[in-house]
Nanobody, 118 residues
Framework: QVQLVESGGGLVQPGGSLRLSCAAS????????MGWYRQAPGKQRELVAA??????????DSMQGRFTISNISKDNAKNLVYLQMNSLKPEDTAVYYC?????????WGQGTQVTVSA
């Protein structure tokens, strides 16, 4: 069993910042990568950012030019992954899901709501 618990979502004004956290626990001995996806109403789930156990990062197409290498980070000792989001826009409103890849299997958290609104 693998458990992923997200935190840090909420309501923020346009231009504001949020930091999401995800804690992984359980059978995570072969954790390959962790990351964040998001799903807005009526849209498909999309990749926001991911980071491998070796520290390589990958960002979704809609994040290109907005997120930098430092936006996603991890604490290997605590099995935590963070997503720092700055200059948020209303179109960033979505449910953000933590994802973990363990031996080619995907695991998901329950999601945390991020709402960007004035």
């Amino acid at each position: 069993q693998v458990q992923l618990v997200e935190s840090g979502g909420g309501l923020v004004q346009p231009g504001g910042s949020l930091r999401l956290s995800c804690a992984a626990s359980g059978s995570i001995f072969s954790l390959n990568a962790m990351g964040w996806y998001r799903q807005a109403p009526g849209k498909q789930r999309e990749l926001v950012a991911a980071i491998t156990s070796a520290g390589s990062t990958n960002y979704g197409d809609s994040m290109q030019g907005r997120f930098t290498i430092s936006n996603i980070s991890k604490d290997n000792a605590k099995n935590l992954v963070y997503l720092q989001m700055n200059s948020l826009k209303p179109e960033d409103t979505a449910v953000y899901y933590c994802n973990a890849v363990i031996v080619k299997s995907d695991y998901w958290g329950q999601g945390t709501q991020v709402t960007v609104s004035a």
